[in-house]
């Protein structure tokens, strides 16, 4: 199998799912290390980024396994456990001084193009008009099951749901205008926040409404993530040394620092980073 995909690897791309280092992936994924080939993904598919799940067993050594992913020459994209029963709020802590030793890593290794963890496409929240969508399921991309069946992502497939449901009802859902509910809807941070409309119908049975503690999770990555591009925007700074800003025009570096000024403004203001953060000078370091 491995030298057919070889063979078509410019028909075909395979995408990895790896969750930190060996010791991490073998607690998440039933001790599979050893029979995961590293090297031929990388070899074969290089800009093809790895899929790094964070779970509660894994939480307090993210940083450790990007780094780790990184230094295997990998590009990471990674997301939490979100539906499996994990009670967030009691990983916020770890959670967030995870995130800050990343950002430091990014800041300090500036040729390493950050994870999806903190690389969030901050100039969003200047955006106006309609609202975007967090993916293409049901529209720009789709799940062929093994009877022929089209769902729009592998999230609505009944492997993935414990109920059998009306798949054309969630098509006509996935095609209305707006995927929002009334919390979200004029939220500082939808912009920048991403969701999985079939996670959220699993566990809400919802596509529109999206966890607490995952709302949560998610502006301490905003925080984070203003901090990281607030340091590497400040104006002593040679932007053109971080490769993830190498490809940026003068217009979209000023919409970056006017976002970062946006999010760290309500960032503050916000009712549960203040309960949270006692000291918000991490939140103003590196931009004015």
């Keep these: 199998m491995k030298e057919w995909f070889k063979n078509n690897k410019r028909r075909i791309v395979l995408g990895l799912s790896y969750d930190g280092t060996d010791e991490m992936q073998d607690i998440n994924r039933t001790k599979s290390s050893s029979l ?21 067993q894994t939480v307090s050594n993210i940083a450790e396994g990007i780094i780790d992913l990184h230094n295997n020459g990998f590009l990471v994209n990674a997301n939490l456990a979100y539906g499996t029963g994990w009670e967030m709020t009691e990983s916020l802590g770890d959670f967030y001084q995870q995130l800050k030793v990343l950002a430091d890593f990014y800041i300090n290794n500036p ?6 963890l903190l690389n969030l496409k901050l100039a969003a929240v200047l955006s106006s008009g309609e609202k ?31 109920k059998k449901i009306n798949i054309e009802e969630i098509y006509s859902e996935l095609k209305k205008e707006t995927l929002l509910d009334g919390k979200c809807l004029n939220c500082y941070m939808e912009r920048v926040c991403p ?36 340091v590497m925007l400040s104006t002593d700074t040679n932007y053109d040394k971080y490769v993830i800003l190498r490809d940026f025009s003068d217009g979209l570096i000023n919409a ?15 009712p549960f980073i203040k309960t ?6 991490v939140v103003q370091k590196g931009f004015k």
């Excluded at 995961?36 to 509660?56: A, G, H």
């Excluded at 040729?111 to 999806?116: G, H, K, N, R």
């Design 111 to 116: 040729e390493v193009i950050p994870s999806s």
């Design 36 to 56: 995961v080939d590293k090297k031929f993904f990388y070899e074969n598919w290089p800009k093809q980024p790895i899929k790094m799940t964070i779970s509660k």
């Design 132 to 162: 975007s969508r967090s993916c293409g399921t049901g529209n720009t991309m789709c799940n062929i099951s093994q009877d022929g069946i089209k769902y729009p992502c592998h999230m609505f497939m009944e492997s993935s749901l414990s």
């Design 256 to 270: 970056y620092k006017k976002a970062i000024y946006i999010l760290q403004k309500n960032l503050k203001k916000d």
């Design 195 to 230: 969701t999985c409309y079939g996670m959220n119908f699993i566990v809400h049975q919802k596509l529109t409404t999206r966890g607490e503690d995952y709302c949560k999770m998610m502006k301490l990555r905003a925080l984070a993530a203003t901090y990281m591009y607030g």
């Design 276 to 281: 949270f953060i006692d000291n918000v000078s």
